[in-house]
C-alpha cells in the first residue's frame, strides 16, 4: 500500500521561505514508469489547485503560472522523498498542502488533479502579511 507522508508546513512572514517534504512509502520511483507526484494548494473556501509537479526520475518539472519562479520541486529519490522548496512566499500561498502520486503515466496535464489516487494527509502553510 502506498502511503505519503507531508511535513515541513509552518507559519512565517511575507517574503519567507518553507521546505516541503512528500516522504513516500510502499513504492519505488521508477524512470520508466511515467508517473507522477505533485504538489497541491487549497486554501480556505478554494478548489484545489496543482502548483509543481515532476515525473520519476526527476524531469521533467511542470510549475502552475502562480509559484513559478517561487516554487521548486525536486526529488531524493535515495530517500524516496519529495520536496518543495517556496520562496518569496505570499498571504495567497497560505493553505493546506498535499502531494500525490499518479495512478499511472500521465498523458494530459500533470497538475489537474484527475489523473492522481494516492494523497497525503496535507501539511497547513501560513503566511503573514
Known amino acids: 500500500q502506498v502511503k505519503l507522508v507531508e511535513s515541513g508546513g509552518g507559519s512565517v512572514q511575507a517574503g519567507g521561505s518553507l521546505r516541503l517534504s512528500c516522504a513516500v512509502a510502499g513504492t519505488r520511483f521508477d524512470t520508466f514508469s511515467g508517473k507522477w507526484l505533485a504538489w497541491f494548494h487549497q486554501s480556505e473556501g478554494k478548489e484545489r489547485e496543482g502548483v509543481a509537479a515532476i515525473e520519476d526520475g526527476g524531469a521533467p518539472t511542470l510549475y502552475a503560472d502562480s509559484v513559478k519562479g517561487r516554487f521548486t520541486i525536486s526529488g531524493d529519490y535515495d530517500k524516496n522523498t519529495v520536496y518543495l522548496q517556496m520562496d518569496n512566499l505570499s498571504p495567497d500561498d497560505t493553505g493546506m498542502y498535499y502531494c500525490?502520486?499518479?495512478?499511472?503515466?500521465?498523458?494530459?496535464?500533470?497538475?489537474?488533479?484527475?489523473?492522481?489516487?494516492?494523497w497525503g494527509q496535507g501539511t497547513q502553510v501560513t503566511i503573514s502579511s
Open positions: 500525490a502520486r499518479s495512478f499511472s503515466e500521465i498523458r494530459g496535464r500533470p497538475l489537474s488533479d484527475a489523473w492522481y489516487d494516492t
